[in-house]
């Protein structure tokens, strides 16, 4: 796992134990944050929640996006459930990102073995760029009726996200980075940021480095996923491919992620869907937090409660006896928690 912080600069507690800020969001974090809090209870993990209850939904009471800054800030990791984006109004997951400055997106696709896919062999990595792109927010209308979007990409975040991109194909032994682009169209600001992942593809010399059109890179991903390793994208191409590569494997609810900057980490699912209408009906598959609370561990150092936690989620996912309804079953969150339990006892 790449590490972008450095763990002796964490504040670390009295006692061992690390300070996490816990965002449960909307939709059903609270109920997949739930089942990660038992899970580590359960196994004494040294950590110690610092729960931060803010909404994107309107009238949903809670504090503001200040109070997750500042817990973040004060703690340097976190786990999140998934913030509501009302059609109107601002996207709070975003503003996290770009207040802390949490620039690449980790998602991992990968088949799980006892769950059903299209097809087999997929085992990528996609990096993502959080903080520009088409995701700058500048949008204006110059005359009523006429919008104006403004995409900005720059070489020092195209730079910092190919680097992150190729730090992590080199540390988790991948062979070939592959830059998602439109510079066929957008030819200055997507051809600076396929440029850029080309030229900085040139200081890692045992890693392959190519590129696809997004377009095609949509097509590849539903008609050949196996031949991506790792893919780095700017910010919209990275969470339709997150989708895809969710669809692929099983669904969003398997699906682990992580942001990384160059001081906070914040882990949340990786297909960012915040499941309001099965909300509270205890019906949630917890995999997608499940794992990325054990990405979590791993970048704390606590890699043997990591393997142990993400080791019984895969066995109980194999084993097929307790399934949630996403992927055929008709277990609860609560069920499939406690069949993690067992396997962890
Ligand atoms: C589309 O992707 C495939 C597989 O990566 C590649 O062989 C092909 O040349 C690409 N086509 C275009 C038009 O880029
Ligand atoms: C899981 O669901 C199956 C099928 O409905 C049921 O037979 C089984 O008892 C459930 N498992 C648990 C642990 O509740």
Redesign the pocket.
Known sequence: MLRAVNRAVLPKKYGGKYTVSLIPGDGIGAEITDSVKTIFKDQNVPIEWEIVDVSGLENAGGCGITEAVDSLKRNKVGLKGILHTPTTGKSLNVALRKELDIYASLVLIKNIPGVKSRIDGIDFALVRENTEGEYSGLEHQSYPGVVESLKIMTRFKSERIAKFAFDFAKKNNRELVTAIHKANIMKLGDGLFRQTVKDVGQDYPGIKVND??VD?AS??AVA?PQ?FDVLVTPNLYGTILSNIGAALIGGPGLVPGANFGREYALFEPGCRHVGLSIKGKNSANPTAMILSSAMMLRHLGLNDHADRIASATYEVLSDGQVRTPDIGGSNTTTEFTDAILAKLN
């Open positions: 696809l059109i095609n097509m590849q050949h031949q």
